[in-house]
Each structure stands twice: as C-alpha cells, then as structure tokens.
C-alpha cells in the first residue's frame, strides 16, 4: 500500500492510496457491484475471491429476502478471509444509462450512511463504476472525492479515515487530482 496524498477534512484523514483494496487494513471495503450482487469479475470478483465463499452466500441471502438492489443502494455483508470486518456493497450506474453523475453520488452517500450507522471508524472506496461500467475515470473520480467530502462537512459521523484507492497508477492519480482541487 502506497499513500499517495492526504487530506484532513473536519477529523477525518482522506488517504489516497496505491494498492489492493483486499488488503488493505479498513474496518470495511466497498464494492462496486452489480445489482444482483454476483461477484464474477472486477473489484467484485476480486473481493470475493479473497474474502472466500461466505461473501458470494450472504450476498444471495440479501438478493433472495430484499430482491435486487438498484442502483445507488448499498448493502452490507461480513469479509469473510479479508482484513476488513465488513465489505459494503453499492451498485454504482453504467455509463449511458442516464443521470448517472446523480445515481454515483447517491450510491456513495448509501455506503457512507451505512458508515455512519454501524458507527465505523474506516473504510476503503475504490473508483465505483470506474471499470467495466464505463463511468469516465476522472469526472467518477471526482463525484466520489466530493461526495465524500461534502458528507463529512455535512453530517456527524465516527469516520476517522476513508482512504480512495486503486490498483495501479491510474485511478490514486485521478484521486489524488480531485483532493488536490477539492
């Protein structure tokens, strides 16, 4: 894991970091999932890889009492082998879909609102809808930066650290973009 920029907002310490989101060390990841929350390739399939099979079974159990989720909604399920405790799952919009700058801001707001529920203190957001959803990189980038911002400035919540991370060099830059002109 590598920090690539930091910022301070109210108490909350924003990282932006280079590296695996399934190892990094946050009380819960998020996953940009699909709504019927299979976890086959992607962040997703990844996540589910390393946090073992409980992940793709509690998933089913949530789509098999709740339906689908819809785009923008959030769901939570434990992380199985990963070091996190919990991986928060949000079905983030594909490109083209329409009012999809609206529908990203929204599934963010959900991840954080369970954040602030479960009174956690961590956690980890990749660039959701970023990959194979088509969201363009630095405009996705830049709605989770200032969805993130704007939902610490506006709300009491126990998060401590939210740390914006990507494998490889391409989307921490993009991060790291946005927290500098955020």
């Not at 949530?62 to 769901?75: F, Q």
């Not at 709605?143 to 998060?159: A, D, G, P």
Request: glycine fraction near 10%; hydrophobic fraction near 40%; include cysteine.
């Amino acid at each position: 894991m590598k920090v690539i920029a930091e910022k301070i907002i109210r108490r909350a310490h924003i990282k932006v970091i280079e590296g695996d989101i399934t190892q990094i060390d946050t009380e819960a990841i998020v996953n940009a999932a699909n709504s019927y929350l299979q976890h086959g390739g992607g962040v997703a399939g990844a996540i589910a890889r390393a946090g073992g099979e409980i992940i793709q079974k509690e998933s089913n159990e949530i789509v098999r009492k709740k339906g689908s989720l819809k785009t923008g909604e959030a769901a939570t399920t434990s992380g199985g082998n990963l070091k996190a405790k919990y991986v928060i799952h949000t079905v983030g919009p594909v490109w083209g879909e329409g009012n999809e700058e609206e529908k990203l801001k929204r599934a963010i707001i959900s991840v954080l609102k369970i954040a602030k529920n479960n009174k956690l203190r961590s956690i980890s957001i990749p660039a959701v809808s970023c990959g194979i959803f088509g969201f363009p990189k630095e405009k996705g980038t830049k709605i989770i930066f200032e969805t993130v911002k704007n939902f610490i400035l506006n709300n009491e919540c126990s998060v401590e650290e939210v740390c914006l991370i990507g494998l490889g060099p391409e989307i921490p830059a993009l991060f790291k973009k946005a927290l500098e002109n955020g």
